[in-house]
């Protein structure tokens, strides 16, 4: 495998449910990010890892949202209490930093619909 | 914090006509990055510009980076239909790591 691969690919979840979202970046790859996009906007940035540690959390992002990295390879998105609201794809991305080289790579997204 | 914006929203072309997207941040950026995603697709990479002022070329791509560093273009040349999708820019800031996305420019080319 040689791309960012996402699972699951489509998600129906009901308001209130708790759903997990799994990521496995390019292997190698040290940083990973999630976005979240929804029709018609571009992908709206939730939240970054270098290697295990997340650097960064956007200012949007209620405490339903949680993100790991364990051991800085694979990577979960957890979403609690799910409202309507939270309906969107979302999508991983992993990059190598090498230098200035900052190239992300996109999985094919989660796409969550809550009813 | 940092936004991007894009312009236009939407573009419809005739094929061979050409093309311009704009892309303007609030802030000072350490790179800016062109994505392209087609219809039911995920973002592709496109281009990194980094110096201010640079300029590069893909074929018919010509990507722009501004003196300051807050604003880019993407423009194309004589479209055809395979450049139909939306054109994000994405601008990493000095001070951060998250790559911030504008709403894009979709593009659609008629035959």
């Known amino acids: 495998d040689t791309g960012v691969s996402q699972d699951p690919r489509h998600k129906i979840t009901k308001r209130g449910q708790n759903v997990t979202f799994r990521c496995d970046p390019i292997s190698e790859h040290n940083r990973l990010y999630w976005y979240r996009q929804t029709l018609g906007q571009g992908p709206e940035f939730l939240t970054y890892f270098q290697n295990e540690a997340q650097l960064e959390k956007s200012r949007l992002l209620s405490d339903r949202f949680s993100a790991e990295r364990p051991k800085g390879s694979f990577s979960t998105l957890e979403i609690q209490r799910t409202e309507q609201g939270d309906s969107a794809m979302y999508l991983c991305?992993?990059?190598?930093?090498?230098?200035?080289?900052?190239?992300?790579?996109f999985g094919q997204g989660t796409r969550l619909t809550v009813v | 914090g940092q936004q991007v914006m894009q312009i236009p929203q939407y573009q419809h072309v005739q094929e061979g006509e050409d093309f311009t997207t704009y892309c303007n941040s609030s802030t000072t950026l350490s790179n800016i990055q062109w994505y392209k995603q087609r219809p039911g697709g995920h973002p592709v990479f496109l281009i990194q510009l980094v110096k201010s002022g640079e300029v590069k070329k893909q074929k018919r791509l010509t990507f722009q980076f501004g003196e300051a560093k807050k604003n880019s273009s993407l423009h194309i040349t004589a479209t055809q239909t395979t450049d139909v999708g939306t054109y994000f820019c994405a601008g990493m800031s000095n001070s951060g790591y998250a790559l911030n996305f504008g709403k894009g420019t979709s593009l659609l080319v008629t035959p």
């Open positions: 991305a992993s990059s190598l930093v090498i230098g200035m080289n900052t190239e992300a790579f």
